[in-house]
C-alpha cells in the first residue's frame, strides 16, 4: 500500500462517518497532492534533434531519462512556426491570434501596444491564485518595459532576457560595444559573465534548493538553446568574431549538436537537482519546444522548419513525467498543442481557468493518466509570410503555402508530399472551409504587422524555380 493510500485510511478512520463529505474529502486530497511544476522551453529546437526520437549524431541522455520516465508525444504541435506568438498560446491557453501581439511573427523591438497585457490571466497568475510561487528564468519575448513583463503577469521571480535572442556569452540582442546587454533580475539590468544556458540552470537549480516543500512552485525554465548564434559552450571566441547576431555566415551540425548537448546538460543539472532535494515525485516536468526545428535541426521524417506550417516546422518533440501519476516509459499518439499546458496544468493543480478567458486548449490529463483514450483534435494555425494557412483534423491537414494549396494524410505521409486534394475533394472543401471559419473568429493579419519568412537570400534550399523569392 502506497504512502498516499495509507494517509486517506488513517483519515477517514479518525473521522466520523457523516463528516466525510465527498467536497471536503477531495479538498484536503487535493491540497496534499498539489505538484510542483517546472516547465522547460527549448529554442528552435526539432523534432528529430534528441536521441529518444532517433537523432544518431550525438547524445542527449538527460532529456532520453526523462522520456523513459514519463511520457512521450509523438504528434505534439508549437501553437505557431515562430516563438513570441508561441509564448502567447503556452501562456495564455488561448490562441495567440486573439491577442495583437500574438499576431507579431515575432516580436521584434520595445513597443507600448505589443505585448501581453498585464491583465490577462496567464498560467502563472492563475497558479498563484492556486497557491503557487512562481519564477521565470530564461526567454520572455511577450513585449518589453515598461509596458510589459513577466512581473507584470503573474511571475512572483525573473531572471533573464526579455527580447527573442542574445548572444550566449555577450548576453546582447546584437553586436558592438553601444549595444545594451538584455539580462535582467526582474525588471534590472545586470551583468553576469558565462555560458547563457548554464547561467539558467544554475539560477534555476538554486531556485529549486530554496524551496521548503510547505508551498508549491511553478517554475518557467525558457532556455534560448539551439537559437542561433551557433556558439556552443566553448566557443567564446565565435561571440567576439561575429558581426550579426543572425549569424548567417556561421554555425554548422557540429556546433549544433554542442548546442542541444550543452542544454541536455544543464537539463540534467535541473533534474539532479529535483532529486537531491527529494522533490522528484511530487514534481510535473514538461519538456518541448516553441517551434520546429532551424537551419540545422532534424525535423525527420518531416519536411519544413521553422517559420513554415510544413510538419517540420510546427510538430515538436514533448516529454512529460510525473511519477506519482503517470506511467514510465509509455508513449501516447494524442494530438496536442502548446495552448494544452494551461488547462492541463491548472487541473493537476487543482486551479481553473478564468470564465472570462476560456481556454481553446485541451486538458489533457485524463489522457496522460489512462483515464481516457487519445482523441481526435482539429487544431487551425495560419502564418503571414507565404500566405501560409493549416488545419489538422484527425489525420487529414490542409495546407496553402504561397498560394497553393494541399490535403495531406500525415499519419501515413509524414513527408507531406502525396497532395490528396482531388482525390478527396469533400475532405478538402470541409476543411478549407472550416479554417475559413475559424479565421473569420481571430483578429485580422492587417500590413502593419511583422513577419520573418526563411528564404532563397539566406538559404539556398529556398530558391525558387524562377529565379525570385
Request: proline content about 7%; glycine content about 12%; hydrophobic content about 35%.
Amino acid at each position: 500500500m502506497s504512502k498516499t493510500d495509507q494517509k486517506r485510511r488513517a483519515v477517514i478512520k479518525g473521522l466520523p462517518a457523516l463528516a466525510l463529505a465527498p467536497q471536503a474529502l477531495f479538498a484536503a486530497d487535493r491540497k496534499d497532492r498539489q505538484p510542483n511544476i517546472v516547465f522547460i522551453l527549448a529554442d528552435d529546437l526539432g523534432y528529430a534533434d534528441l536521441g529518444v526520437y532517433g537523432n544518431t549524431d550525438f547524445a542527449t541522455p538527460n532529456l532520453d531519462r526523462l522520456a523513459a520516465q514519463g511520457v512521450r508525444f509523438t504528434q505534439a504541435y508549437a501553437n505557431s512556426a515562430v516563438c513570441s506568438a508561441t509564448r502567447f498560446g503556452l501562456i495564455t491557453g488561448r490562441y495567440q491570434y486573439r491577442l495583437r501581439g500574438g499576431l507579431e511573427e515575432p516580436i521584434a523591438g520595445a513597443s507600448k501596444t505589443i505585448g501581453l497585457p498585464p491583465q490577462h490571466p496567464t498560467l502563472p497568475s492563475l497558479l498563484k491564485k492556486a497557491g503557487y510561487r512562481t519564477a521565470l528564468f530564461g526567454k520572455w519575448h511577450l513585449g518589453y518595459l515598461p509596458v510589459f513583463g513577466p512581473l507584470k503577469s503573474g511571475y512572483d521571480v525573473f531572471f533573464g532576457n526579455y527580447g527573442g535572442a542574445i548572444d550566449y556569452f555577450t548576453h546582447k540582442p546584437g553586436v558592438g560595444p553601444e549595444v545594451p546587454e538584455d539580462l535582467y533580475e526582474g525588471e534590472v539590468p545586470v551583468h553576469k559573465v558565462g555560458y547563457y544556458t548554464d547561467l539558467l540552470a544554475e539560477r534555476a537549480t538554486e531556485y529549486i534548493g530554496q524551496q521548503d516543500g510547505k508551498q508549491p512552485f511553478f517554475l518557467s525554465l525558457h532556455f534560448t538553446a539551439p537559437h542561433w548564434p551557433w556558439e556552443g559552450p566553448g566557443d567564446e571566441a565565435v561571440s567576439r568574431d561575429i558581426g550579426n547576431i543572425f549569424h548567417y555566415d556561421g554555425g554548422d551540425l557540429v556546433t549544433y549538436g554542442k548546442m542541444v548537448t550543452g542544454l541536455d546538460t544543464a537539463i540534467g543539472r535541473v533534474l539532479d537537482a529535483l532529486r537531491h532535494k527529494g522533490l522528484a515525485d511530487d514534481t510535473i516536468v514538461i519538456f518541448t519546444s516553441d517551434n520546429g526545428g532551424e537551419r540545422f535541426s532534424k525535423t525527420w521524417p518531416f519536411s519544413g522548419q521553422k517559420t513554415e506550417l510544413l510538419e517540420g516546422g510546427i510538430r515538436v518533440p514533448a516529454i512529460v513525467r510525473w511519477p506519482r501519476r503517470l506511467g514510465a516509459g509509455t508513449t501516447t499518439d494524442q494530438v496536442a498543442i502548446s495552448m494544452d499546458w494551461l488547462p492541463t496544468l491548472l487541473a493537476a493543480a487543482g486551479g481553473a481557468p478564468d470564465p472570462a478567458y476560456p481556454p481553446d486548449g485541451q486538458d489533457l490529463l485524463p489522457v496522460l493518466t489512462g483515464q481516457r483514450a487519445p482523441g481526435e483534435r482539429t487544431l487551425f494555425w495560419r502564418y503571414k509570410a507565404n500566405a501560409q494557412r493549416a488545419v489538422r483534423s484527425g489525420n487529414w491537414k490542409y495546407l496553402r503555402l504561397n498560394g497553393n494549396d494541399f490535403l495531406f494524410d500525415v499519419s501515413v505521409d509524414q513527408r507531406e508530399r502525396a497532395n490528396l486534394a482531388q482525390r478527396h475533394p469533400d475532405v478538402f472543401d470541409k476543411l478549407k472551409g472550416e479554417w475559413e471559419s475559424w479565421n473569420a473568429s481571430m483578429l485580422p493579419i492587417t500590413p502593419d504587422v511583422r513577419t520573418h519568412g526563411v528564404n532563397g537570400k539566406v538559404q539556398a534550399d529556398h530558391y525558387h524555380a524562377d529565379g525570385t523569392d
